[in-house]
């Protein structure tokens, strides 16, 4: 996974404006080293080392170990979601391939797993992934979802909901424990069941 950076120079308070430069060298440090040397050994200090950077830099841009890793392996920074067309099977097509990407890359298998443990033993973790990253995209695709409903209601709107933690489920087991194994055909099944069940609305 090569990471890339078109963003302006963010301000993190008085002085000079954070170089997105570092920010890239860090996140890339972050994904290199979840390859080569997994999890456990992707530390704040190593990371620093191999970005070439300062820890105390680090820690100006991200609080924990875990808002990096997060950061490096789901690209949390660009928001991006798939842009919507007028066919809802190809967007869904394209929302199972990215969260596939997303699960699959070497790097996010090593950290999902470590990723998970910490939620687990740490409270208010996952709920700050939730609120920085889960949010917008689940907002993204349950709209994207009721656009193909004439009249949604409360049914249409739980069912849209049970499509993205479906899609989250399914592509993060597939992702971790197969990567891209048959990745076009699975995407493919994936999207079919998905479409299956958004038209038992209309």
């Excluded at 097509?93 to 990407?101: G, K, S, V």
């Excluded at 740490?122 to 709209?143: C, F, M, N, S």
Aim: aromatic share 6%; proline share 6%; with cysteine.
């Amino acid at each position: 996974m090569k990471l890339s950076s078109d963003r302006p120079a963010e301000s993190s308070g008085p002085g000079r404006p954070r170089d997105p430069q570092v920010d890239l060298a860090v996140l890339q440090a972050t994904v290199d080293l979840l390859v080569e040397s997994g999890y456990q050994k992707t530390t704040i200090q190593a990371i620093a080392r191999r970005a070439q950077v300062s820890a105390p830099a680090i820690y100006r841009r991200w609080a924990t170990r875990e808002m990096i890793i997060e950061d490096a392996i789901f690209q949390l920074q660009t928001g991006d979601v798939p842009p919507a067309t007028e066919d809802l099977h190809a967007d869904l097509l394209a929302w199972t391939r990215q969260f596939l990407d997303r699960t699959a890359d070497p790097a996010a298998r090593s950290a999902i797993p470590g990723l998970l443990s910490a939620y687990h033993h740490h409270d208010g973790v996952h709920e700050r992934l939730v609120q920085r990253a889960e949010l917008p995209i689940r907002t993204a695709l349950v709209a994207r979802v009721l656009k193909e409903v004439p009249n949604p209601g409360p049914e249409a709107a739980a069912t849209a909901e049970t499509v993205f933690d479906l899609l989250v489920s399914a592509t993060m087991i597939r992702g971790v424990s197969r990567g891209y194994e048959d990745a076009d055909e699975w995407c493919r099944r994936i999207a079919d069941a998905l479409y299956a069940l958004i038209r038992t609305l209309s």
